[in-house]
């Protein structure tokens, strides 16, 4: 039998396994077991139940970046869900409630403890939330596309799921690939100095999808259950998968966080032309504490969200 990587005890601290970090390096992603606390995650669902589903007012949802009305799709059980993802759930002042149970579910000590097996950083900052409802079938791309650190590759993806991910309802496949390893449109022989930014951005991932092939690298798609935690690097390839057939769900959280104090690019064509410029994190030094002004940013630290809450 597997050991997992890390195990909830009964005082709530983890046990981790000290090859995580070795392997989160060579492959870019890590699967964290039992580092979400089951009550957490009920409690997601609880305030889904009566601050969004009941809820009529229209709520900013990803990829149209606009404030819109539930999208309904019939389940499998004869039942409807909604089917649009939430963008930033925790940002918007329709969802108090669920910003609380979303802070309480990230920001914990056994998160924490799983972020240190696998990356030096000490504190983070979050970019951004996505929650989906059911698999939006996306191609192959890398996350940090449009912002990364400097260098690339330092920010995470935490991939929760809030039910059982399968084979069926729309995993996640993983392509394994080294941490910090960016192919550059030299690398890929293309150029990325001219079209818009949806033919660089499919210019630049159809190449990377040749090259993978090439490489013989083989998809991962990790079984989750509830209460499981995937990590992967920014710059992992990754892709996730259509459910097997219509009416499943797949509910799950994305968030994307980087090290407190790290500068980060505006996106990877600026890294890749040696742009020197770069945004500062989301935060600035008071004394002898972090404040963090912007209302997505904490820390997987409870000390940090303290200090400013």
């Given at each position: 039998?597997?050991?997992?990587?890390?195990?909830?005890?009964?005082?709530?601290?983890?046990?981790?396994?000290?090859?995580?970090?070795?392997?989160?390096?060579?492959?870019?992603?890590?699967?964290?077991?039992?580092?979400?606390?089951?009550?957490?995650?009920?409690?997601?669902?609880?305030?889904?139940?009566?601050?969004?589903?009941?809820?009529?007012?229209?709520?900013?949802?990803?990829?149209?970046?606009?404030?819109?009305?539930?999208?309904?799709?019939?389940?499998?059980?004869?039942?409807?869900?909604?089917?649009?993802?939430?963008?930033?759930?925790?940002?918007?002042?329709?969802?108090?409630?669920?910003?609380?149970?979303?802070?309480?579910?990230?920001?914990?000590?056994?998160?924490?403890?799983?972020?240190?097996?696998?990356?030096?950083?000490?504190?983070?900052?979050?970019?951004?939330?996505?929650?989906?409802?059911?698999?939006?079938?996306?191609?192959?791309?890398?996350?940090?596309?449009?912002?990364?650190?400097?260098?690339?590759?330092?920010?995470?993806?935490?991939?929760?799921?809030?039910?059982?991910?399968?084979?069926?309802?729309?995993?996640?496949?993983?392509?394994?690939?080294?941490?910090?390893?960016?192919?550059?449109?030299?690398?890929?022989?293309?150029?990325?100095?001219?079209?818009?930014?949806?033919?660089?951005?499919?210019?630049?991932?159809?190449?990377?999808?040749i090259a993978i092939r090439e490489r013989?690298?083989?998809?991962?798609?990790?079984?989750?259950?509830?209460?499981?935690?995937?990590?992967?690097?920014?710059?992992?390839?990754?892709?996730?998968?259509?459910?097997?057939?219509?009416?499943?769900?797949?509910?799950?959280?994305?968030?994307?966080?980087?090290?407190?104090?790290?500068?980060?690019?505006?996106?990877?064509?600026?890294?890749?032309?040696g742009d020197v410029r770069y945004r500062?994190?989301?935060?600035?030094?008071?004394?002898?504490?972090?404040?963090?002004?912007?209302?997505?940013?904490?820390?997987?630290?409870?000390?940090?969200?303290?200090?400013?809450?």
């Amino acid at each position: 039998m597997m050991k997992p990587l890390a195990q909830s005890t009964p005082e709530g601290t983890t046990t981790v396994d000290a090859t995580a970090g070795a392997f989160y390096a060579q492959n870019g992603y890590r699967v964290l077991r039992g580092l979400i606390r089951a009550e957490a995650i009920t409690a997601v669902h609880n305030v889904l139940a009566h601050e969004v589903y009941a809820n009529s007012a229209p709520l900013k949802r990803h990829l149209s970046l606009t404030k819109d009305p539930h999208a309904y799709v019939a389940t499998a059980d004869g039942r409807t869900t909604v089917a649009n993802a939430l963008l930033d759930p925790h940002m918007q002042t329709e969802t108090p409630t669920l910003r609380r149970a979303l802070i309480d579910l990230i920001c914990t000590t056994a998160v924490a403890d799983g972020l240190a097996s696998i990356d030096d950083a000490r504190a983070y900052v979050v970019r951004q939330i996505i929650l989906f409802f059911v698999s939006p079938g996306t191609d192959t791309h890398i996350d940090g596309w449009g912002g990364d650190t400097v260098p690339p590759g330092g920010q995470i993806t935490l991939w929760i799921p809030l039910e059982p991910v399968t084979p069926e309802n729309g995993p996640v496949g993983i392509f394994p690939w080294p941490k910090g390893q960016l192919l550059s449109d030299k690398d890929l022989g293309i150029d990325i100095n001219r079209g818009t930014p949806d033919e660089i951005y499919n210019r630049y991932h159809d190449a990377l999808k040749i090259a993978i092939r090439e490489r013989g690298i083989m998809c991962t798609v990790p079984q989750l259950d509830v209460g499981d935690l995937l990590a992967f690097s920014s710059l992992t390839p990754h892709m996730s998968l259509p459910p097997r057939r219509e009416g499943l769900t797949r509910m799950a959280l994305q968030v994307l966080i980087r090290p407190l104090r790290s500068p980060w690019h505006r996106s990877i064509p600026q890294a890749l032309a040696g742009d020197v410029r770069y945004r500062q994190p989301y935060c600035a030094k008071i004394g002898t504490r972090w404040r963090v002004p912007h209302s997505a940013a904490t820390s997987t630290f409870k000390w940090l969200w303290q200090s400013i809450r």
